[in-house]
């Protein structure tokens, strides 16, 4: 039996795929430091939790495929703190940031049409791409100038007739840069000249350091009917098992349209909607704290990297990723042999391969993604063996 | 801005999209009975809410892309109780029905693929297809036969070097069909010679009356290669909010494609499985119950119906639906006019046209279906209701 050529060909999570050698190691009594994953390990917001505790309805019935209204106009309320001002017919609530996506491009592009993508991007995106035959062109950024955004003429020389959507991530997965006003503007700019949407992931919006404030495709003036902005509470509220974001637009033909593919799909989680709509509540002490400490983690890991010989790497300003261009060939067999064959005192370190977040072929491939989702402690002790475990592999490579 | 094709071309939901007329009945203080929708009164076992109260984990986090292991292990015990054989390697726990059906269209077509799929259909098909660029071909099936399945010769004409699989829902909704071992034999026999997948919902698996036994595409025997299975825990635990279902297959290379795909969405609600894993552990008479409830419901509205002259209709053994061709031209109307036009002491009915369950065009324009989810008494007005509003239609059109 053939299976399809879309499923001989969809790409195996490079974040996940490693995995069977992270579970091997603790197999054989090693203790792991995972940071190849964007799971945090911040405790949920008990009052989150507590939604699911006082859940009482006799039946857990269907909601609106639209979302819950309760919590639509709730996250009016939460776009509105960031100066966006929406109403609950700009926001259809989805299954998580990947469903947001997914509605994304079957919406703008029809099959074999180009979405245009900086790259190194969240791997996932090719995963949404191959389920919607749409083809993603990727545009290179780069670890020595913190993956800034291209120029106009780069972005504008990729565009074809196929040419849909520019799609970005900001702040940014894998490289957690943030694009200031100006970045956006210029984006923008772009796609009123040649008729494209931009589709914006906005899924670490809360993770902004250094002082600097997020803007939102939303918030460009007159950009209206090509601003598609994608959500998620996985991240902000250490919610990523809620499976709750939204996709955003004041283009109401584009949000009708979107209705339609999500009443296929009937609704999203019903409690975990009522969960993520109490989060809407949280005092902002919530995110001052959040933010503090993981800006303090980027600062301990990116101090540490910065200090071994050879890495190439900039301070990114949100998120909580790092990409770091390593002096070695092949950071895929690095990480292996971290897991295969070192150790300290029966610990090692997992990071992801960044070469899975690039579209074009053999880029990425000394680069690695390092998530700072430990307590610094930890954090602490796994830069510690990053840093030996690399010296001892340059020996050996 | 130009949207893409197929997001102007996907289907309103046709359950859905008149739900603004029995809003605004409601609004001028009219009571109505919904009939249009597949949504179980009977209260979601307690067992299940319990795991909602008693979810304790510090963080709310990822669970694995193929399902919480857990949970996995508890349906490998549900299936064997049902004489199906499986290991955790054959299921991947999904977002719900609506996410399997997309995977398994994924994972067996490509592009302008086709699946033959006796109409009428679960309207939602639609639009998964158009998500996955997939073309729908109706055989179409008879109320005054009772929905049978076709012969083998029909499906084998309608068979082009496109076709990928046969697409079955049994028990049926919106037909409530039951088919038969022999049909289900007669299907594999043209899917082996042929070089075709079957797919088979079976999310009213449980729903079965009058003593009967179903039938899993999983238990034909030599079939494993071929066969499908899309699952959902929303009707056979009132817990449609939870969107939890899965996709099985003891096709072990469509199993690892599956999961490609599986993994670039993540995972499903976490906590969500947790209760749905409470449900496996449910004592027999809990479907006992159910079952019984829902017969004596169906027979209900099946003598009802068939004591309306002009109405054909044959008594389904399965789902909660049953399929009634009415003895006017125009069912929508119909149902619209009952909206608007029609009450009794202040009370209505609303069903479901059955036209948006036929992909041929014209078909089931004089059908509607109904779903028994309501308690027998409130069952009982809406038929009264129904049959006098039927009545008085006539006269006036």
Redesign the interface.
């Known amino acids: 039996?053939?299976?399809?050529?879309?499923?001989?060909n969809?790409?195996?999570?490079p974040i996940?795929k490693l995995m069977p050698y992270a579970l091997a190691a603790k197999a054989r009594g090693i203790k792991v430091y995972h940071l190849n994953?964007g799971?945090?390990?911040?405790?949920?917001p008990p009052e989150?939790?507590k939604v699911?505790?006082d859940?009482?309805?006799?039946?857990?019935?269907?909601?609106p495929?639209q979302g819950l209204e309760v919590y639509q106009k709730s996250l009016v309320r939460y776009y509105a703190k960031h100066g966006v001002d929406l109403t609950t017919n700009d926001i259809i609530v989805t299954?998580?940031g990947?469903?947001a996506i997914?509605f994304a491009m079957?919406?703008?592009?029809?099959?074999g049409?180009e979405i245009i993508v900086p790259e190194p991007f969240y791997t996932?995106y090719?995963?949404?791409a191959?389920?919607?035959?749409v083809n993603l062109k990727p545009i290179t950024t780069h670890a020595k100038d913190g993956f800034a955004l291209p120029e106009a003429a780069a972005f504008e020389s990729m565009i074809t007739p196929k040419t849909?959507a520019i799609m970005i991530c900001n702040p940014g997965n894998p490289t957690g840069t943030v694009y200031a006003k100006e970045e956006l503007m210029r984006l923008a700019e772009i796609c009123k000249k040649h008729?494209l949407?931009l589709i914006s992931d906005e899924v670490y919006r809360e993770f902004i350091y250094d002082g600097l404030k997020h803007s939102s495709v939303l918030s460009i003036p007159d950009f209206e009917?090509?601003a598609i902005m994608v959500d998620s509470v996985s991240k902000r509220y250490?919610?990523?098992?809620?499976?709750i974001g939204c996709i955003v637009s004041k283009?109401q033909?584009?949000m009708q349209?979107?209705l339609?593919?999500a009443?296929?799909?009937?609704?999203?989680?019903?409690?975990?909607q009522l969960?993520a709509n109490a989060c809407v509540y949280l005092t902002d002490d919530y995110f001052e704290q959040m933010v503090s400490e993981y800006q303090s983690r980027r600062d301990l890991v990116f101090d540490e990297l910065s200090s071994i010989e050879g890495i190439i790497c900039k301070k990114p300003a949100g998120a909580f990723y790092i990409i770091a261009n390593l002096p070695i060939e092949d950071a895929e067999d690095f990480v292996l042999w971290m897991l295969n064959d070192f150790q300290i005192d029966g610990e090692t370190v997992m990071a992801a391969p960044a070469e899975g977040f690039y579209a074009t072929s053999g880029l990425g491939r000394n680069e690695l993604r390092l998530a700072y989702i430990l307590n610094k402690e930890d954090l602490k002790k796994a830069m510690h063996i990053f840093r030996e475990g690399l010296k001892e592999y340059k020996k050996t490579h």
Request: with cysteine; glycine share 4%; charged share 20%.
């Open positions: 039996m053939n299976l399809s050529l879309r499923a001989q969809v790409q195996a999570s996940r994953i799971q945090p390990d911040i405790p949920t989150m939790i699911f505790h859940f009482s309805d006799e039946v857990l019935a269907y909601g495929s299954t998580a990947s469903e997914t079957l919406v703008v592009a029809n099959e049409d996932n090719n995963g949404f191959t389920m919607t035959s849909k008729n949407f009917e090509h250490s919610a990523c098992g809620a499976r283009n033909e584009l349209a979107t339609k593919f009443q296929a799909r009937l609704c999203p989680p019903t409690v975990d969960a």
